[in-house]
C-alpha cells in the first residue's frame, strides 16, 4: 500500500528542513548570549586539546 508517493518525500524533506533552520537559529542565539569569560574559557580549553593532539596523548 502507497501512501502519496512522492508528496510524503516532499513533506519529510520540507519539515528536515525546517527542523535544520530552527536548530541553526537556536544554536546562533545560543552562542551569542554567552559572555566574554565564557567564550575565554573555551578558546583555552580548545587550545589545550589541540596541543594534546600535537602531543598525541590520550584525554
Known amino acids: 500500500m502507497e501512501y502519496g508517493g512522492p508528496a510524503v518525500w ?3 524533506l520540507t ?3 525546517v527542523v535544520l ?3 541553526m537559529i537556536y544554536g546562533i542565539s545560543r552562542n551569542r548570549q554567552r559572555t566574554l569569560s565564557e567564550k ?3 578558546e583555552a580549553e580548545t ?3 589541540y ?3 600535537d602531543r598525541n596523548e590520550p584525554e
Open 51 to 53: 596541543e594534546k593532539q
Open 21 to 23: 533552520g530552527v536548530a
Open 47 to 49: 587550545r589545550r586539546g
Open 40 to 42: 575565554q574559557a573555551t
Open 10 to 12: 516532499l513533506i519529510v
Open 15 to 17: 519539515i528536515g528542513v
